[in-house]
């Protein structure tokens, strides 16, 4: 037990210092490594593979959803990116230029993407004539790149992964109905996949994208209190295709503009499980994206009939989870913590006194809760214990959710809770950006978070300013 504890020692408790937790749990999981390229990581096999299982469960419900996947190009010509004003205003800080091909200056300077709206608008121009061309639902799997100063893995880093959505609809209607309908694909795989509950709603005029009419966002909280932008939806209107010229004749033979939307996630979700689920000993993963689901660890394995009876056990399993049996020469305590550090949701151990009692012993990550298993009932006890740990994992992080999720219907307290406990915060806003740049700047950064689509009544005015209320928006800290 040894090697265990040094194992453990090597994470910084979570409560002593969160970013640091964070951090140790990145690298001893070994997720990503670090890159000679300012604000870029590595992202290692084990921290992909948790990205291919996310990747693979999103595409399946953007196909059954009728989407299809494309890939544009990853240089926008700055002569492009400049057709929409509001939207190039919003990216120009965080662009990245190339300036230079080969050994030529470029007579145009060409951008490095950090998002594709224009390119998908470009596009769009050559193919959508007619109504018959509508609607155009498309997704693209890509890395996008945001020359951010501060960085962290997997939270905000110069380039990353992700899925972009992008869209055209003959009417108003079809388009709104995209932006909500794809927000709620969202907010279902971050609950029945990843084991996180989240606050959705509208974003604020000050908070909503640029270039979008409307901005809608996904926000789960972070065990200690800090949210994070999950995932955004957005609509567009027609302003994009009036930009770029994107017309369409409808059916009543007449010229119309079509209306846009677009909805994207990235690689940010693998820090939002580790900072929602996992605890001092490392990752806790939800077993539908945990890149080994069993970890077979044979005890004795220079026994005679160990490694027969743990590879007997690996090939039932591997029936319907992802198995991996550690034949390695470590010790069983290193296996046990090597398991435990990368989040694999249940550990089977199968040793000599275990095959003499026809059992196994299954210990679960997220509770370490042990039980002794007849082996003719594994896989059946294996399944519903994935179950298990999905839905226990998810009422942990809900009950901490609602636990630092607070009210406040006067500025004091507005003040108070911000300052005291970490978390959401509930009150009525008056709908000036003012007011959010108020309570962002004497509390430190706390700001809107959304304006949820149930909005509770909790006074008749604003916690800012004292004037007539218009929403109750959720405020918080994020990353």
Not at 271 to 276: D, L, N, S, Y
Not at 419 to 447: Q, R, Y
Request: charged share 30%.
């Amino acid at each position: 037990m040894a090697e265990k504890k040094k194992m453990v020692e090597a994470i910084t408790s979570r409560d002593e210092d969160f970013a640091k937790w964070y951090t140790d749990i990145v690298k001893k999981a070994e997720l990503v490594d670090y890159s000679n390229v300012k604000g870029c990581m590595v992202i290692r096999p084990y921290g992909y593979a948790i990205w291919e299982n996310i990747q693979a469960d999103l595409d399946r419900r953007f196909k059954e959803t009728g989407h299809e996947n494309v890939y544009m190009p990853m240089f926008i010509p700055e002569s492009l990116l400049q057709k929409e004003k509001d939207h190039v205003e919003g990216f120009a800080p965080e662009c990245a230029w190339v300036t230079i091909g080969g050994q030529e200056k470029l007579t145009e300077r060409l951008c490095v993407r950090p998002t594709s709206e224009t390119l998908f608008c470009e596009h769009y121009k050559k193919i959508i004539n007619t109504y018959r061309d509508l609607p155009k639902l498309y997704n693209q799997w890509c890395s996008v790149v945001r020359w951010e100063k501060t960085t962290r893995p997997f939270l905000r880093t110069s380039e990353f992964l992700w899925q972009e959505g992008h869209t055209m609809h003959e009417t108003e209607e079809e388009a709104r109905e995209e932006t909500l309908r794809m927000l709620h694909v969202y907010e279902s795989f971050y609950r029945e996949t990843l084991a996180i509950p989240a606050v959705i709603g509208k974003k604020t005029e000050k908070e909503k994208f640029a270039g979008a009419e409307e901005t809608y966002t996904i926000e789960p909280m972070m065990h200690n209190g800090v949210a994070l932008q999950g995932g955004t939806s957005h609509y567009f209107g027609d302003g994009f295709a009036k930009s770029f010229g994107i017309t369409y004749t409808g059916k009543d033979n007449k010229l119309h503009y079509p209306h846009q939307t677009s909805w994207g996630v990235s690689t940010r979700m693998i820090g939002a499980i580790i900072m929602v689920h996992s605890d001092d000993d490392g990752l806790v993963l939800p077993p539908k994206i945990s890149p080994i689901q069993v970890a077979v660890i044979p005890v004795a394995q220079h026994k005679e009939g160990v490694l027969e009876k743990a590879n007997e056990l690996k090939a039932e399993l591997a029936k319907k989870f992802r198995v991996k049996l550690d034949d390695s020469d470590h010790a069983p305590g290193w296996k046990f913590a090597e398991y435990e550090m990368k989040g694999v949701p249940a550990r089977v151990e199968i040793g000599p006194k275990d095959i003499e009692k026809n059992q196994c012993v299954v210990v679960r990550r997220d509770t370490r809760e042990k039980s002794f298993v007849p082996l003719d009932e594994l896989s059946a006890f294996v399944e519903k214990l994935m179950e298990d740990i999905h839905n226990d994992m998810y009422e942990r992080a809900l009950k901490n959710t609602q636990e630092k999720t607070f009210t406040a219907t006067s500025y004091d307290e507005f003040i108070d809770i911000a300052k005291n406990h970490p978390g959401f915060i509930k009150a009525m806003w008056c709908g000036d950006s003012e007011c959010e740049e108020k309570l962002k700047e004497v509390t430190g950064g706390v700001k809107s978070r959304c304006i949820p689509f149930e909005e509770e009544h909790l006074s008749d005015t604003c916690v800012c300013c004292g004037k007539p209320a218009k929403h109750m928006v959720y405020w918080g800290k994020q990353y």
